[in-house]
C-alpha cells in the first residue's frame, strides 16, 4: 500500500457528525488510504467554518449553512463531496410557559439559540416569518449561546424556549421538555451536515 494521505479532520459535537465516528472506528479511513492525523470536536458549526477559514483542518463534517458562510464570506476555497443528513433541528420548550408559537410573543418568553448565522438561527428567522410574529420583538429577546448551554439554561428556567441541533432536543425531551417544532416543519427537504474538504485537497490528490 501508498504513503496514506493526512488528513486533519473536524467534526460538530452533535449526532449529525455520527458517520464520522463509525468511519474512524471501523477503520475506514485508513482503508481508503487516509491517516487522520488529526480527529476534533467543535462545539459549533459556525466555529467549524472558522476553523476552515484559519486553514487550521483540512476536512470537515459541517452543517450546510456554515459551509456556505465560510465560502461566501471568508471566500474560503472548498468543495462539498457529500450530504449526511436532512434536518436535524428543533424549538424545545418549557411547556409550562409555551405551548403554541403564538405564545413567544409573550413579553416574559426568553429564547436562546446557536449564534447568528447558524442553521438554528435561520430557522428561528423562517419560523418568524412563517408565523407572522414581530420579528424585531422577537429577535430582542435572543439569548446567543452553544448548544449545551442552551440545555442547562432550559433545566435552570434562564431561558423557556431554545432552537437547536439534535442531539440536544431529544435529550431536552427526556428531561421533560417538549419539541414544538422541528425543522421538518419550517424548511421541508432541508439538507442538514455535509462533508467538505478544502479544494487543494482534491486538486492535489485526484486519486481520494
Known amino acids: 500500500m501508498g ?26 479511513y485508513e482503508a481508503n488510504g487516509l491517516n487522520v492525523s488529526t480527529f476534533e470536536c467543535y ?5 467549524l467554518a472558522a476553523a476552515l477559514a484559519r486553514e487550521d483542518i483540512d476536512a470537515t463534517y459541517i452543517c450546510l449553512i456554515p459551509a ?11 468543495k462539498i463531496v457529500a450530504g449526511i443528513h436532512k434536518h436535524g433541528y428543533a424549538l424545545i420548550v418549557n411547556s409550562s410557559k409555551v ?6 410573543k409573550n413579553p416574559d418568553i426568553r ?17 418568524i416569518e412563517k408565523y407572522k410574529l414581530d420579528r424585531e420583538k422577537i429577535l ?3 439569548q446567543y449561546m452553544a448548544p449545551p448551554t442552551a440545555l442547562l439554561a432550559l433545566q435552570g428556567e434562564l431561558v423557556d424556549v431554545a432552537f437547536l441541533p439534535e442531539q440536544y432536543p431529544s435529550m431536552g425531551e427526556e428531561l421533560g421538555f417538549k ?8 424548511w421541508p427537504n ?19
Open 99 to 104: 405551548s403554541t408559537v403564538k405564545d413567544l
Open 111 to 127: 429564547i436562546a439559540c446557536v449564534r447568528v448565522g447558524s442553521p438554528p438561527d435561520v430557522l428561528l428567522r423562517l419560523m
Open 179 to 186: 419539541i414544538l417544532l422541528t425543522a421538518q416543519d419550517l
Open 68 to 78: 456556505v458562510c465560510a465560502y461566501a464570506n471568508s471566500k474560503v476555497p472548498l
Open 3 to 28: 504513503k496514506k494521505e493526512n488528513i486533519r479532520l473536524a467534526i460538530k459535537f452533535t449526532d449529525h457528525a455520527t458517520c464520522a465516528f463509525i468511519a474512524k472506528r471501523k477503520g475506514f
Open 190 to 208: 432541508m439538507q442538514g451536515s455535509v462533508l467538505v474538504v478544502k479544494s487543494s485537497l482534491i486538486e492535489n490528490n485526484l486519486k481520494l
Open 43 to 47: 462545539i459549533t458549526g459556525p466555529a
Open 140 to 142: 430582542s429577546k435572543v
